[in-house]
């Protein structure tokens, strides 16, 4: 059983920083990805990895902004940085048995395993 569990989500100013952490625990996930959903709003894509860093994909809206990354198997990261007050939304860390590609990375519909979520709130 995949269990995800995130953590490091608040409150910020714009154009500040936060770093959110995904724990995974059960058999090894190779496919990795953060979403997120503000409310009235679709959940989507954030950033992906594979759990051997050969590929890492990021949504328009945060390029160049936010990195993912990950320290081991069980370890997740989110860095964020210069937020914006479009970026608050509860943030989801996922896990998916494949097949993921650039073209379908971002579809909610691929993944198999969620976390409980955790909001980030970014203030003007």
């Known amino acids: 059983q995949v269990q995800l569990a995130e953590s490091g989500g608040g409150s910020v100013q714009t154009g500040g920083s936060l770093r959110l952490s995904c724990t995974l625990s059960g058999p090894t996930t190779y496919r990795r990805a953060w979403f997120r959903q503000a409310p009235g709003k679709e959940r989507e894509g954030v950033a992906f990895i594979y759990l051997d860093n050969s590929a890492k994909y990021y949504s328009d809206s945060v390029k160049g902004r936010f990195t993912i990354s990950q320290s081991n198997a069980a370890m997740l990261y989110l860095e964020m940085n210069m937020m914006k007050t479009e970026d608050t939304a509860k943030y989801y860390c996922?896990?998916?048995?494949?097949?993921?590609?650039?073209?379908?990375?971002?579809?909610?519909?691929?993944?198999?395993?969620w976390g409980q979520g955790t909001q980030v709130t970014v203030a003007s």
């Open positions: 996922a896990a998916s048995s494949g097949p993921i590609t650039r073209d379908n990375w971002h579809d909610r519909q691929h993944y198999e395993w």
